[in-house]
């Protein structure tokens, strides 16, 4: 067996790739990916695996007369009799684009990481230990309390690493794992949600959630029906996720100068600086967050407004987006940092925002003379992005609250809201919490958000749904 046959181990893959390349530049960016997951149904397990994934990227940098081009080839199953047509694909993918508007000098001077030629970290069904004995008693106290739980639990693992022409070697280790569990009446007239965001399992309790979901099953009893209209409403932690998700999204600096976004300033500029938020709220990001954690480096497949493949291995510093209230930070590359004038601010592995607010949500339902108590949102989408107008739906769950107590359900709506008015208008901050966010849990799971009291929150239409 040649040299080059025994090539498996990603740093050794990534190392023959960058040895291949006759590329001006290279980056090498390997996924060693490993999940396990339990789905269940009418409270029995119906499901269990464990799956295992390879992808490769190779960006290829080729400088020109006219400037540097890029080139970027990604594939999974990758094998060490793959790799010289991927780099091959790559440099012909760079040689054959015009020159990249984000071209930067490839990144330098960061420390290798120690553990960059060790296995990649892996996850097995050994994650759910704990968990899986706990989801057994909530299938028994669910079958007890006349209630059926359907749902599913996911952890993975993602070791990913980075290595450059120009000497990086660097290496993170991303656990992710979510759990989402649904109550359901047995003529399933009635449907309650809960989910949780975790690294491995150890602090979420399925029992706790399914004694959550049995009183709003019991709220769920009594049917009241509410036309559309402008309610006091207190939005829980997942659904101020979902929101300022979408927000973090929409604030690229660039797109923010050019005039195309919420964040641009009439008449030209940004509302940097500008005032958001009557309370002193704090929207930051910091991959060295307790609990949050996320990769301290940029890593990058693609280029756009946010993200540039020539600043992979960059560092990722702790940001505060909104300080005190007010806008402080735009999402910038170095290349648009250098357009406009602004810090440089690479994008976000995680989200937190806090008001300083010490109540919890129980507490916030008990000072409410009268509103309605969300469970989640889903099916957001955006409908103007000059104002972040976005319209969604309310699922699993609306209550009203009369005299502080839950007094029955109320009907789905349809909302058109733009986070960033929201803020404007929230009028008090519970205490942060991890939270799942439902919408987007497929590409975004670490956020740690307070419940917010909105007292007009848009409800524009009556939805029929669930």
Same mark, same amino acid.
């Given at each position: 067996?040649?040299?080059?046959?025994?090539?498996?181990?990603?740093?050794?893959?990534?190392?023959?790739?960058?040895?291949?390349?006759?590329?001006?530049?290279?980056?090498?960016?390997?996924?060693?990916?490993?999940?396990?997951?339990?789905?269940?149904?009418?409270?029995?397990?119906?499901?269990?695996?464990?799956?295992?994934?390879?992808?490769?990227?190779?960006?290829?940098?080729?400088?020109?007369?006219?400037?540097?081009?890029?080139?970027?080839?990604?594939?999974?199953?990758?094998?060490?009799?793959?790799?010289?047509?991927?780099?091959?694909?790559?440099?012909?993918?760079?040689?054959?684009?015009?020159?990249?508007?984000?071209?930067?000098?490839?990144?330098?001077?960061?420390?290798?990481?120690?553990?960059?030629?060790?296995?990649?970290?892996?996850?097995?069904?050994?994650?759910?230990?704990?968990?899986?004995?706990?989801?057994?008693?909530?299938?028994?106290?669910?079958?007890?309390?006349?209630?059926? !739980?359907?749902?599913?639990?996911?952890?993975?693992?993602?070791?990913?690493?980075?290595?450059?022409?120009?000497? %990086?070697?660097?290496?993170?280790?991303?656990?992710?794992?979510?759990?989402?569990?649904?109550?359901?009446?047995?003529?399933?007239?009635?449907?309650?949600?809960?989910?949780?965001?975790?690294?491995?399992?150890?602090?979420?309790?399925?029992?706790? %959630?399914?004694?959550?979901?049995?009183?709003?099953?019991?709220?769920?009893?009594?049917?009241?029906?509410?036309?559309?209209?402008?309610?006091?409403?207190?939005?829980?932690?997942?659904?101020?996720?979902?929101?300022?998700?979408?927000?973090?999204?929409?604030?690229?600096?660039?797109?923010?100068?050019?005039?195309?976004?919420?964040?641009?300033?009439?008449?030209?500029?940004?509302? %940097?600086?500008?005032?958001?938020?009557?309370?002193?709220?704090?929207?930051?990001?910091?991959?060295?967050?307790?609990?949050?954690?996320?990769?301290?480096?940029?890593?990058?497949?693609?280029?756009?407004?946010?993200?540039?493949?020539?600043?992979?291995?960059?560092?990722?510093?702790?940001?505060?987006?909104?300080?005190?209230?007010?806008?402080?930070?735009?999402?910038?590359?170095?290349?648009?940092?250098?357009?406009?004038?602004?810090?440089?601010?690479?994008?976000?592995?995680?989200?937190? !925002?806090?008001?300083?607010?010490?109540?919890?949500?129980?507490?916030?339902?008990?000072?409410?003379?009268?509103?309605?108590?969300?469970?989640? %949102?889903?099916?957001?989408?955006?409908?103007?992005?000059?104002?972040?107008?976005?319209?969604?739906?309310?699922?699993?769950?609306?209550?009203?609250?009369?005299?502080?107590?839950?007094?029955?359900?109320?009907?789905?709506?349809?909302?058109?809201?733009?986070?960033?008015?929201?803020?404007?208008?929230?009028?008090?901050?519970?205490?942060?919490?991890?939270? !799942?966010?439902?919408?987007?849990?497929?590409?975004?799971?670490?956020?740690?958000?307070?419940?917010?009291?909105?007292?007009?929150?848009?409800?524009?239409?009556?939805?029929?749904?669930?």
């Amino acid at each position: 067996m040649s040299s080059t046959n025994r090539i498996t181990k990603p740093h050794e893959i990534v190392e023959r790739a960058l040895e291949l390349s006759t590329a001006d530049g290279c980056v090498v960016i390997a996924n060693e990916g490993s999940s396990a997951n339990l789905r269940w149904a009418g409270n029995a397990l119906t499901t269990n695996g464990v799956t295992r994934s390879r992808t490769l990227t190779v960006i290829a940098t080729v400088d020109g007369k006219e400037g540097t081009a890029s080139g970027v080839v990604s594939r999974s199953a990758v094998t060490a009799d793959d790799l010289e047509p991927l780099v091959r694909a790559a440099e012909a993918a760079a040689r054959g684009a015009g020159p990249a508007e984000d071209a930067q000098r490839l990144v330098t001077g960061t420390p290798a990481s120690p553990d960059f030629t060790d296995a990649p970290a892996e996850t097995s069904s050994a994650v759910f230990a704990d968990f899986a004995p706990a989801l057994g008693e909530a299938f028994a106290r669910a079958r007890e309390g006349g209630r059926e !739980l359907y749902g599913f639990a996911n952890h993975e693992l993602v070791s990913t690493y980075v290595g450059t022409s120009t000497g %990086l070697r660097l290496r993170h280790d991303q656990p992710n794992g979510t759990l989402e569990l649904n109550a359901k009446s047995p003529d399933r007239q009635r449907s309650a949600w809960a989910g949780r965001s975790t690294r491995d399992f150890k602090d979420v309790d399925p029992t706790v %959630l399914d004694a959550e979901l049995a009183v709003r099953l019991g709220w769920a009893e009594r049917k009241i029906d509410l036309p559309a209209g402008r309610y006091e409403t207190l939005l829980p932690p997942t659904a101020v996720a979902d929101l300022l998700i979408y927000q973090m999204w929409s604030a690229a600096a660039r797109d923010a100068v050019e005039g195309r976004t919420v964040f641009s300033k009439p008449g030209g500029g940004t509302r %940097l600086g500008e005032k958001l938020s009557e309370l002193p709220l704090s929207l930051r990001s910091d991959p060295n967050a307790p609990g949050l954690e996320s990769a301290p480096f940029v890593i990058a497949h693609s280029s756009g407004d946010d993200a540039s493949v020539f600043d992979n291995g960059l560092p990722v510093p702790a940001t505060e987006w909104i300080a005190d209230g007010h806008l402080n930070r735009l999402s910038t590359t170095r290349h648009t940092a250098g357009l406009t004038g602004m810090q440089l601010s690479p994008g976000f592995g995680n989200l937190i !925002l806090d008001a300083g607010g010490e109540k919890s949500l129980d507490e916030m339902v008990a000072a409410t003379e009268r509103g309605l108590l969300l469970t989640c %949102l889903w099916y957001i989408r955006e409908v103007d992005p000059a104002t972040l107008l976005l319209t969604g739906l309310t699922r699993d769950g609306v209550y009203l609250v009369e005299n502080g107590q839950v007094v029955g359900e109320v009907n789905n709506f349809r909302f058109n809201e733009s986070p960033v008015d929201l803020l404007s208008r929230a009028s008090e901050a519970g205490r942060t919490e991890k939270t !799942l966010p439902r919408e987007w849990s497929d590409w975004f799971t670490r956020a740690a958000m307070p419940a917010l009291r909105i007292p007009d929150f848009n409800m524009s239409s009556v939805s029929k749904g669930v």
